[in-house]
């Protein structure tokens, strides 16, 4: 690809977008005690100040997906791009927690909006021989943005303030949204209908469940809101399910799980970002809370963690070339389960940061190993034109996980532990690492259940098989229709 092409613009736009997107996952993990001490409240609104946004995320990215095939890809990204940006302003000027949650869910939606649609627009723009470099790329920016958030959001609250780490997202929107309008090619998809019903349905089925985990230790498990978000909200998924069978337009199509390497990736990712999210969000605090660091420190003190997919994830494509992605991201797994165990099994309110160090950068590996050839597997596992409504699906999966993290780990550490003390904190996060370990350990089974043909192969097996059906089809359903 030569320097000004048209994919390396569409590589550096959508992968700017999206790691600011994915940022604001966990950037604000490091701030929370800043923000605990500047606007009050209790554990659990700081979780719903990183619920809000992935919550909102989850549910409406198979949404942002659909407006993109209908109303056109690069309309549907510069929109979420300028409410992302607008609604990063609104959370940095946040008077209180309750603004401040407000704001996070609007920024959720604008993240929801262009995260599906940019990996199609970059998959429009590169090359087919080039898209497997291009993809690892693109969820090696990702992976990194999710990793480094910690650092960012500690370095930004020591030197500045907590509200910047919202506020830096502004001129850059700034900067992206022209170039998205001029750079990227429009384009829509094969399918124009939108389903609102299953929209409506699995958002507050998700809802319902998040809000009854995070509820559950504070008005007690058999307490009415409770039982009505856990039974409400499992009925409503279910009817979702049950709607998207006979949609004519699903917002999920179900029958991509019948390919092997889709169902596990995706019960890959959810599993892996439940296990992750939730972990990082405690371990962050417990840096800061029990021993006694800056943000700053603390994000530092975490480089191993967060720093290391930059090393590996070049490693990591060479080795999914050579063993396969499913083989790499297995080992990457595994590795994030032992480093997660590890912690578990060391943590104590003195325990030196030498005995910390190995598990943070088993993690740290793991992380690298499992992002950088996901996105690869996950694209080769569908049909060309299946390919946004595949990206949305894993997107919204891994947020619907990362939501679930840190609602279930934190559940079991407070179930076990609190605030009260150093004492009491380790005796919550223990237990809580413990089962972020197990459920990465469970992903690790599940990637295993995808085909062992090597991610590129099953790529281009699947392209070739789908330009024969687009030859057949190409006057019915062309796969996208380029506007100017």
Same mark, same amino acid.
């Given at each position: 690809?030569?320097r000004g092409?048209?994919?390396i613009?569409?590589?550096?736009?959508?992968?700017?977008?999206?790691f600011?997107a994915?940022?604001?996952?966990?950037?604000?993990?490091?701030?929370l005690?800043?923000?605990?001490?500047?606007?009050?409240g209790?554990?659990?609104?700081?979780?719903?100040?990183?619920?809000?946004?992935?919550?909102?995320y989850?549910?409406?990215l198979?949404?942002g997906?659909?407006l993109?095939?209908?109303l056109?890809?690069r309309?549907? !990204?510069?929109i979420?791009l300028?409410? !992302?940006?607008l609604?990063?302003l609104?959370?940095?000027?946040?008077?209180?927690?309750?603004a401040l949650?407000?704001?996070?869910?609007v920024q959720?939606?604008g993240?929801?909006?262009l995260t599906?649609v940019?990996?199609?627009?970059l998959?429009a723009?590169?090359?087919?021989?080039?898209?497997g470099?291009?993809?690892g790329?693109?969820g090696?920016?990702?992976?990194?943005?999710v990793a480094?958030?910690?650092?960012?959001?500690?370095?930004?609250?020591?030197?500045?303030?907590?509200?910047?780490?919202f506020?830096?997202?502004?001129?850059?929107?700034l900067?992206l949204l022209?170039l998205?309008?001029l750079r990227?090619?429009?384009?829509?998809?094969?399918?124009g209908?939108l389903?609102?019903p299953?929209?409506?349905?699995a958002?507050?089925g998700?809802?319902?469940?998040?809000y009854?985990?995070?509820?559950g230790?504070d008005?007690?498990?058999?307490?009415?809101?409770?039982?009505?978000?856990?039974?409400g909200g499992t009925?409503?998924?279910l009817a979702f399910?049950?709607?998207?069978?006979r949609?004519?337009?699903?917002?999920?199509?179900?029958?991509?799980?019948r390919?092997?390497a !889709?169902?596990?990736?995706?019960?890959?990712?959810?599993?892996?970002?439940l296990?992750?999210f939730?972990?990082?969000?405690?371990?962050?605090q417990?840096?800061?809370a029990?021993q006694g660091?800056?943000?700053m420190?603390a994000?530092?003190?975490?480089?191993?963690?967060?720093g290391?997919?930059?090393?590996?994830?070049?490693l990591?494509?060479?080795?999914?070339?050579?063993i396969?992605?499913r083989?790499v991201?297995?080992a990457?797994l595994a590795?994030?389960a032992?480093?997660?165990?590890w912690?578990a099994a060391?943590?104590?309110?003195?325990?030196?940061?030498?005995?910390?160090?190995?598990?943070?950068?088993?993690?740290g590996?793991?992380?690298?190993?499992? !992002?950088a050839?996901?996105?690869?597997?996950?694209?080769g596992?569908?049909?060309?034109q299946?390919q946004?409504v595949a990206?949305g699906?894993?997107?919204?999966l891994?947020e619907?996980?990362?939501?679930?993290g840190?609602a279930?780990?934190?559940?079991?550490?407070?179930?076990h532990g609190?605030?009260?003390s150093?004492?009491?904190?380790?005796?919550?996060?223990?237990?809580?690492?413990?089962?972020?370990?197990?459920?990465?350990?469970?992903?690790?089974?599940?990637?295993?259940l995808a085909?062992?043909r090597?991610?590129?192969?099953a790529?281009g097996a699947?392209?070739?098989?789908?330009?024969?059906?687009?030859a057949?089809?190409?006057?019915?359903?062309?796969l996208?229709?380029?506007?100017?």
């Open positions: 690809m030569r092409s048209p994919a613009w569409a590589f550096v736009i959508t992968s700017t977008a999206g600011m994915a940022l604001d996952n966990l950037v604000v993990t490091t701030a005690t800043a923000i605990r001490q500047h606007l009050g209790g554990i659990s609104d700081l979780e719903w100040t990183v619920n809000a946004y992935t919550l909102s989850a549910v409406l198979l949404l997906a659909a993109g095939d209908r056109g890809r309309r549907i !990204f510069t979420g300028g409410v !992302f940006t609604a990063s609104a959370a940095a000027l946040a008077p209180n927690i309750d949650v407000a704001a996070r869910a959720g939606v993240a929801a909006l599906p940019s990996l199609t627009l998959t723009a590169v090359p087919a021989a080039n898209r470099m291009a993809f790329a693109w090696a920016v990702n992976g990194m943005a480094m958030g910690p650092l960012i959001g500690g370095t930004v609250v020591e030197h500045l303030s907590w509200q910047w780490i506020a830096l997202n502004v001129p850059f929107g900067i022209p998205a309008r990227l090619t429009e384009s829509v998809g094969p399918n209908r389903d609102i299953g929209t409506a349905l958002s507050t998700f809802f319902g469940i998040v009854a985990v995070i509820r230790n008005d007690g498990w058999t307490s009415g809101p409770v039982l009505a978000g856990l039974i009925v409503l998924l399910l049950a709607w998207e069978r949609s004519p337009a699903p917002l999920l199509p179900l029958r991509l799980f390919s092997r !889709f169902s596990a990736v995706n019960a890959a990712t959810v599993l892996m970002s296990g992750m939730g972990s990082i969000f405690l371990l962050s417990f840096l800061q029990v660091f800056s943000p420190e994000g530092v003190r975490m480089l191993p963690w967060t290391m997919p930059m090393l590996v994830a070049p990591a494509g060479l080795l999914a070339g050579r396969g992605g083989n991201i297995a990457g590795l994030q032992a480093g997660l165990g912690f060391v943590v104590s309110t003195h325990v030196s940061y030498a005995a910390q160090a190995p598990a943070l950068v088993l993690s590996v793991g992380m690298a190993l499992f !992002f050839p996901v996105a690869t597997l996950l694209m596992s569908v049909r060309p299946e946004g990206s699906t894993n997107s919204a891994r619907v996980g990362g939501a679930l840190v279930v780990l934190t559940a079991v550490f407070t179930a609190s605030y009260s150093a004492q009491h904190y380790v005796d919550g996060l223990a237990p809580a690492l413990w089962v972020g370990a197990s459920v990465i350990g469970v992903a690790t089974l599940a990637i295993l085909p062992r090597d991610a590129a192969d790529a699947v392209m070739a098989d789908s330009a024969a059906a687009g057949r089809d190409a006057e019915a359903e062309p996208a229709q380029p506007t100017a």
